[in-house]
């Protein structure tokens, strides 16, 4: 059996992947008229390229409806890791992000700086610049206290 990938779930709105079938578009357009008899399925959008369906439903946040109604019409069986696990906090997505911008400033200065540090004096030379042009009072301490907050991160 097919298997399709649960990829984002909003209320109302399921979008799905079948890997399997990226590309062929005739395949994708068979699984979407299959699901679209669902009664409380409004319509099935095709992404060929992506192997990708947007099911536009009225069950709220429920698609495990839909992921039955599929597995028992031999459609295709609903992978629901995505769905089960809560997707990534903005917090969580941006630390990961910070953390390869990271490694990258390690590996392109052989170790010798990372991004705290590279941060701490983008800040202090943000703050001499201010201070050269006069901005003493406001830029001057706002560009000193975050890259203090830089330094401080890096001792953690």
């Known amino acids: 059996m097919l298997r399709a990938e649960i990829v984002h779930c909003l209320p109302g709105r399921l979008r799905l992947r079948v890997a399997e079938k990226r590309g062929d578009e005739a395949a994708l357009r068979e699984l979407a008229k299959s699901l679209a008899t669902h009664p409380d399925v409004v319509s099935v959008d095709v992404r060929s390229p992506t192997g990708g369906l947007l099911v536009?439903?009225?069950l709220g946040n429920a698609w495990q409806p839909i992921a039955r109604?599929?597995?028992e019409r031999n459609?295709?069986?609903v992978t629901a890791l995505a769905a089960s696990e809560s997707p990534p906090s903005i917090a969580e997505t941006t630390a990961a992000g910070f953390k390869v911008i990271n490694?990258?400033?390690r590996r392109a200065t052989g170790g010798a700086i990372d991004f705290q540090s590279a941060m701490f004096?983008?800040?202090v030379g943000f703050a001499v610049h201010q201070a050269r042009q006069g901005h003493m009072l406001g830029?001057?301490?706002t560009l000193l206290l975050n890259a203090y907050g830089f330094l401080k991160e890096k001792g953690r």
């Open 56 to 58: 536009v439903h009225n």
């Open 69 to 71: 109604y599929a597995a």
């Open 75 to 77: 459609v295709f069986a």
């Open 103 to 105: 490694r990258r400033f």
């Open 121 to 123: 004096l983008t800040f």
């Open 139 to 141: 830029p001057v301490s």
